[in-house]
């Protein structure tokens, strides 16, 4: 998967958690948009549903089950105490290979 593909799954996810009430506005996936830390929208139920949500697409368009694991994202994102999108894209396209 590409940035542009992996993008797109996290800005579908964006709309589905908004269009279920999760979160109050819709979110656009840009590279500074914060889903951990000072900053984000997302309370840990919508966090947590996002990451799932997240892994079901993938999965759907891979054919490959992956999970998305906090801990491994926290060691590739030394450094930052905040989660973006960027750092998101990085990591699914790292395990998704």
């Known amino acids: 998967?590409?940035?542009?593909?992996?993008?797109?799954?996290?800005?579908?996810?964006?709309?589905?958690?908004?269009?279920?009430?999760?979160?109050?506005?819709?979110?656009?996936?840009?590279?500074?948009?914060?889903?951990?830390?000072?900053?984000?929208?997302?309370?840990?139920?919508a966090f947590v549903t996002l990451f799932m949500d997240l892994e079901d697409r993938i999965k759907d368009r891979t054919q490959k089950e992956i999970f998305l694991i906090l801990t491994d994202i926290h060691d590739f994102n030394v450094g930052n105490s905040a989660l973006n999108v960027r750092v998101l894209i990085d990591y699914i396209k790292k395990i998704s290979k």
């Open 1 to 45: 998967m590409n940035d542009i593909q992996i993008r797109e799954l996290i800005k579908e996810s964006f709309d589905s958690l908004y269009e279920a009430g999760m979160i109050d506005n819709c979110v656009e996936a840009c590279d500074n948009t914060v889903l951990i830390g000072n900053g984000s929208v997302f309370d840990s139920v």
